[in-house]
């Protein structure tokens, strides 16, 4: 066993297009922009006729057309054509190390390798090296199935969390990978920043990698020997789908006969990921605030209030409202709620005595008001960005709820305490920062 499979690391075979023109060929994370269709559609038109990677993902703003295997068929179809076509360069053998600067002026630094799904478990209170941080939806798994099962390609928008204080792992990791020119360098469409890479290859830079993996290791690993390295940030469907198709695949390789050593090989058992220290200065923690659709906004308003306790008091205006949700000083949890009525938004604030996460008190007493108004048609969305939440909130029959950061000093020793938290609790940075498709690896063969 090597230094990077005791860890459940591997270093992934990267294909990049040639001259790759990030503006065309990436795009955001499919799980971003739900509501937002125009958002899709200028995509398409940012990448015209040109390869883009649009074209082989599935945005979740349409996972639920009826035209939706067809659409998978599709997606597949092209990255067949694009690896026959040679769009690809040849493959890289190496991590990524990547800086991303946000429209926000943030830069966020990440590293890209390959875990192994079989050193990853999403079920509350998993002692695995890689656990969720969300509660996983199971329903949401088998539609996902369906779109990587048989894939040639893989490209990832999963970003996982070190609890890394010597930013050994991806800090000092680019350090030695920006001695050597960058292999892209771009600006992002639709005004998300610019994003570059640099290979991480060769004996000096794994033997770094290999020895931060191991400090991580130590200090993530408890009195009973269970070791927490890594925590899902981003994509915690998506990699729980990953694990779900490589236990199927498995089944299917062990009835063909393969020999363990052949199953183990297989580039199925690998999801690649971008991982990011959970204290770089330009990573934020942002809630994922909720929206709720085809709903009698003041009674859900007061069926909170009443759950949540406190006291409600209207402000003056959505930027008051996100201001104070978001104080760091308040003391108990705080909710803002946005709806109309007599045809005018109104924007009311809850401060509550809750000292646990807010997420954790809201969503089970959201989940107790839409199971008893199913027959409404009543639904829940959940947004990245207070602006949206707000512009959507202030439509008739919907309520828009913003809920306050999340600290990052207390996230590793609460995922490990409590288990993974209420599904879609928080985000990292806004709407527009998150992860871009660029890089891609074989997954089934052709």
Known sequence: MTAFERYGVAVPEILLPKDVDLRRWAVIACDQYTQDRAYWQTAAEIAGGSPSTLNVIFPEAFLADADRDERIARIQQTMRRYLADGVFAPAQEAFMYLERRTAYGRVRRGLMLAVDLDAYEWRPFSTALIRATEATVPERIPPRMKIRTGAPLELPHIMLLADDPDDALVGKTGGLAKAAPPVYDGDLQQDSGHLTGWAVRGEEAFAHVGRALEAIAKKGTDKDGNTFLFAVGDGNHSLATAKAVWDEHKKTLR?????????????????????????????????????????????????????????????????????????????????????????????????????????????????????????????????????????????????????????????????????????????????????????ARRLFPL
């Open 255 to 439: 009835a063909q006969g393969k020999t363990d050593a052949e199953i183990s090989a297989s580039p199925v058992r690998y999801a690649l990921v971008e991982v990011v220290n959970i204290y770089d200065a330009g990573l934020t923690f942002e809630p994922i605030h909720r929206v709720v659709f085809n709903a009698d906004a003041a009674d859900l308003t007061a069926f909170l209030c009443r759950k949540l306790g406190g006291t409600a008091q209207t402000v003056e205006d959505a930027a008051a409202l996100a201001r104070l949700v978001g104080d760091p000083a308040a003391r108990g949890a705080r909710f803002g709620f946005i709806a109309t009525e007599a045809g005018k938004p109104v924007y009311r604030l809850l401060q509550t005595a809750i000292t646990d996460l807010a997420i954790a008190a809201l969503q089970p007493a959201l989940d107790e008001y839409l199971a008893a108004h199913q027959a409404a048609g009543i639904e829940i969305d959940y947004i990245h960005g207070a602006d949206e939440t707000v512009q959507l909130g202030s439509k008739d029959g919907q309520l828009g709820i913003l809920l306050p950061p999340i600290a990052k000093d207390s996230f590793f020793a609460t995922i490990r305490g409590r288990g993974p938290l209420p599904r879609k609790s928080f985000s990292m940075g806004e709407a527009s920062e998150k992860r871009f498709y660029v890089e």
